[in-house]
């Protein structure tokens, strides 16, 4: 029998540890102490969230007041408002928050394709994460897990190997990415109990802004994501090299 080798770099080595990233995220769950090993990922994911709504009003001219994540994986951001805002940057900013963690994810799945981007974009997001951290975070669960999370992925850009670093922003970019799955529920519902309290969804908020149905507007982002997601996949698995 003949033994077939993946050529390193090639497209089948891409695919494989895309593949290996995803499965990852859907079997541990499922074994023991699996929740245990996933869960900084998804504290991971809802900073993600978090900072797409806060960082939509920095953008937008207003303010970014605090973020806070529950031991439970659910948050929310808190944004100042120096004036009113209008009915399209409040719908903005409900936005950022779903495709916050698939812009971050198709962002780190295209540095994946490029030797060079490996090691700036693992030091960027863990400095983003520490920045955070020290500006924003204003709960026990963001003190402990983001800080960690911070760490471990310095050290890997700085220490790491070659494929540790590239499976890292494979793994972290497919976890952005697959966050709409997990939050599939919350974005096709009109309110959620967050922190205790019953809350508009995101897309119930951008329903109250925006007038159409709650449903309609998490079907256009569910497509918006989807060809982010598409794109920035198809970029890193066909580059050569």
Do not use: C
């Amino acid at each position: 029998m003949t033994a077939y080798r993946v050529r390193p770099g090639s497209q089948e080595e891409k695919v494989g540890r895309l593949i290996i990233a995803a499965v990852l995220l859907v079997v541990l769950p499922g074994v023991p102490f699996g929740n245990f090993l996933i869960y900084p990922f998804t504290i991971l994911t809802t900073w993600f969230h978090e900072m797409g709504h806060g960082l939509t009003a920095l953008l937008l001219g207003h303010g970014f007041e605090q973020l806070v994540i529950y031991a439970d994986g659910s948050g929310y951001a808190e944004s100042a408002f120096y004036s009113a805002p209008g009915a399209l940057p409040s719908a903005l900013i409900a936005a950022g928050g779903p495709i916050g963690p698939v812009m971050a994810g198709s962002a780190l799945i295209l540095a994946s394709a490029r030797e060079k981007y490996w090691q700036p974009a693992l030091m960027v997001l863990a400095g983003v994460m520490a920045l955070s951290v020290l500006v924003w975070v204003r709960s026990v669960t963001g003190w402990i897990v983001l800080p960690l999370l911070a760490g471990a992925l310095g050290y890997i850009a700085w220490r790491g190997s070659d494929w540790l670093k590239q499976f890292s922003l494979q793994f972290l970019g497919v976890v952005g990415a697959m966050s709409m799955f997990r939050d599939w529920d919350y974005l096709f519902s009109e309110s959620a109990f967050v922190g205790g309290r019953m809350m508009p969804s995101d897309t119930g908020a951008i329903e109250e802004a925006l007038l159409l149905p709650h449903w309609l507007w998490a079907a256009m982002i569910v497509g918006v994501s989807g060809l982010m997601i598409g794109a920035s996949l198809k970029y890193a698995l066909n580059r050569e090299g």
